[in-house]
Nanobody, 118 residues
Framework: QGRLVESGGGLVQPGGSLTLSCVASGFVFSLWDMNWYRQAPEKKRELVAHITRLGDGTNYADSVKGRFTISRDNAKETLYLQMNNLKPEDTATYYC???????????WGIGTLVTVSS
């Protein structure tokens, strides 16, 4: 079974930066697109960033464009989310996800909490 373990969350002031990591295991990481989701208190979970298998294509939610960068290191089987110029509205639990597509199984990490506050 696939496993995803996020790390890097914490408390940061507005305007600050954090880098999240997601270490994958139990599947061939390089064969799968990957996503970062987040869920803020009392809000629905939302997709914030997507990256293709080779890392040559990305997509971002409008709310994070220009501030967040998704990347991956297939040799290390690790997904990253670089978050710059953080805002209070970025406060959420961030989840790494491997979408299963039509025939595979979605895999989710347990999340890492990012709190942006002064």
């Amino acid at each position: 079974q696939g496993r995803l373990v996020e790390s890097g969350g914490g408390l940061v002031q507005p305007g600050g930066s954090l880098t999240l990591s997601c270490v994958a295991s139990g599947f061939v990481f390089s064969l799968w697109d990957m996503n970062w989701y987040r869920q803020a208190p009392e809000k629905k979970r939302e997709l914030v960033a997507h990256i293709t298998r080779l890392g040559d294509g990305t997509n971002y939610a409008d709310s994070v464009k220009g501030r967040f960068t998704i990347s991956r290191d297939n040799a290390k089987e690790t997904l990253y989310l670089q978050m710059n110029n953080l805002k209070p509205e970025d406060t959420a639990t961030y989840y790494c996800q491997r979408p299963g597509g039509d025939y595979g199984t979605d895999y989710w990490g347990i999340g890492t909490l990012v709190t942006v506050s002064s």
